[in-house]
């Protein structure tokens, strides 16, 4: 399996597990634990562990803490073959570069829409909002920024429009805010603006969008942005209630009611908005009107389980294969059929397998010892009453066909020497070639 398939398969094992867990015990996880396990899952889409493990296992096997004694080629594996000077590779390493090209293609123009679209609706924001006059507010997002300990730069916009509060921006936050009467309301909404700030949820929100877009074949992908959208609200809601008592929690589920009740205008896109939609409130009161609840000891071990279950995925990618000095054609070996398949064992003498499987076939059915002498098999004993001597080799069986291909099959035997009686049979590789090189 490739990379970008194995990735997406160790994200989406750990989004399942992690719904399963919301389903099964929804409160298992404090609301701003489970975001963070969401943003784990898009790392896992980002990170190429797959390769990482690869280089792992390549460290191991040069230090000598590991051997491999199995080497298997199949016709779905991608595989470069160097031979005479020349690179060849098989079908399935070019549909894999197809594949990647046309991912990494479709990444970068999203990328570059996403952040053009972002730069627009800066400007936008600039041009139909202004900044804030009222000292007091100005006042009241410091003493905030500070307590939340965000060093970098916010800024505070106001509008004559039915907005609903929202964030834009990373680096240069800006807060855009309505007119509220009341003071308190116009606290809570900012706190919940800079925690989206502080987790830096503009920047989670531009790197999803982009990884949708990469990842445009898998759909547990596309599943991912509405519950990276509701988590990263409840998770602010949880942080700006946490100290509140019921009549405050009670007042700050009514500021979610009157702007979802108004006809607000709603930020969307590369924006963080205090109401992402109407159909989220009735969950979002439901969770701030209970008591906040800290992530016990077996929920971090169950979330640490989760994530070695995921990371375990890991296992079924299969690198490019790289094969080197093989005295075989390299577009023979390379056109191998999909479902056959070259398994290669490292015996007792491995050196006598790899100098020999790929020579030039004397017999359709032969022998050749570990010496270089080559001989006609045969299954039967010669002698009757012989005193077998046996020596240790392979054993080829080479059938040409009418259009050209053959087919080829090497065992380890031994042989006897005095009656040419072969026995001890155990396969080695069993191959077929569209043209044949063995005459």
């Not at 990373?170 to 800079?194: D, G, N, W, Y």
């Not at 949820?201 to 982009?210: E, M, P, S």
């Not at 490019?320 to 003498?349: N, Y």
């Not at 004993?381 to 090497?410: R, T």
Request: hydrophobic share 40%; with cysteine; charged share 20%.
């Amino acid at each position: 399996m490739s990379c970008l398939l194995t990735m997406s398969m160790m994200s989406s094992v750990l989004f399942l597990l992690l719904a399963v867990t919301e389903a099964v015990r929804p409160e298992m996880f404090s609301r701003k634990y489970r975001y963070r396990m969401l943003k784990a899952v898009l790392a896992l889409l980002l990170v190429p562990l797959p390769l990482f493990w690869d280089l792992v296992q390549k460290t191991l096997l040069h230090a000598g803490v590991y051997q491999k004694n199995v080497f298997v080629y199949t016709g779905t594996e991608p595989t470069i073959l160097y031979a005479h000077g020349m690179a060849y590779k098989n079908t399935a390493y070019q549909v894999d570069i197809m594949i990647r090209s046309l991912c990494f293609g479709i990444g970068m123009l999203s990328f570059l829409y996403h952040l053009f679209q972002y730069f627009s609706a800066r400007k936008q924001i600039s041009h139909t909002f202004y900044s804030c006059p009222d000292q007091d507010l100005l006042d009241l997002l410091q003493i905030w920024k500070k307590k939340m300990k965000i060093r970098r730069k916010v800024y505070i916009y106001t509008s004559d429009f039915k907005i609903s509060p929202f964030t834009i921006g990373v680096f240069k936050p800006i807060i855009v805010v309505p007119r509220l009467t009341e003071k308190s309301q116009l606290e809570m909404a900012v706190c919940h603006e800079l925690c989206h700030i502080k987790a830096f949820d503009g920047a989670v929100k531009f790197l999803y969008k982009v990884l949708r877009d990469f990842y445009w074949y898998h759909p547990v992908v596309w599943l991912i942005g509405n519950e990276l959208d509701q988590a990263s609200e409840l998770a602010c809601d949880e942080q700006v209630t946490r100290y509140m008592d019921k009549a405050g929690r009670r007042k700050y589920g009514n500021l979610l009611i009157d702007i979802a009740s108004e006809d607000f205008i709603y930020a969307h896109g590369c924006m963080d908005s205090f109401i992402e939609d109407k159909q989220t409130i009735e969950k979002r009161l439901r969770f701030i009107m209970k008591e906040t609840r800290n992530t016990s000891v077996f929920a971090v071990f169950v979330s640490m389980v989760m994530a070695v279950c995921s990371a375990a995925a890991v296992i079924v990618y299969k690198p490019v294969s790289i094969l080197k000095e093989t005295p075989c054609e390299g577009e023979t070996f390379g056109s191998l059929e999909a479902g056959m398949s070259v398994v290669i064992e490292t015996g007792e003498d491995p050196a006598a397998f790899s100098q020999g499987a790929f020579e030039k076939i004397m017999y359709p059915y032969e022998f050749s010892d570990s010496d270089g002498n080559t001989y006609q098999a045969d299954t039967v004993c010669g002698y009757k009453d012989c005193v077998h001597h046996y020596v240790y080799g392979i054993c080829k069986e080479h059938v040409k066909k009418a259009d050209g291909s053959c087919w080829l099959k090497a065992d380890s035997a031994k042989r006897c020497f005095n009656c040419g009686y072969i026995t001890d049979k155990a396969p080695l590789t069993e191959s077929r070639y569209p043209v044949c090189i063995h005459e």
